[in-house]
């Protein structure tokens, strides 16, 4: 557990770096979101590292019934990704609303292929 959350910290390091040029107290504003989104990538990684090496299918037996069935980890992943994706898209309005004068065009598009790494 203690190798998550240092993954999670070097998530949440990236995300801040990407706001260098955002005002701090814009970027204390979405510090919560920025932490769920850390984890939910962190997360993600894990769950795609389980699906490549188990599936994302698995026998289910019941009594008589025998079938395969999505596997809790894809469901999980489904899931998550459409939350993740949600939560990115929430914080790049709320950070490109709170500086709609970003000057460092470099530093936006380095956000956005950040961002655009789990899509």
Known sequence: ???????????IAKLKALMEEVPRSSVKVVEGLIERIAFMNVTLSELESDMNKN???E???????????ESATAKTYNTM????TAAVKELLRLVTEYDKNLEDVQSLAEFNSFLSERE
């Open 1 to 11: 557990m203690a190798k998550k959350e240092a993954l999670i910290k070097a998530e």
């Open 81 to 84: 990704v459409n939350r993740y």
């Open 55 to 57: 599936g994302t299918i």
């Open 59 to 69: 026998f289910f037996k019941n009594g008589s019934q025998e079938f395969y069935k």
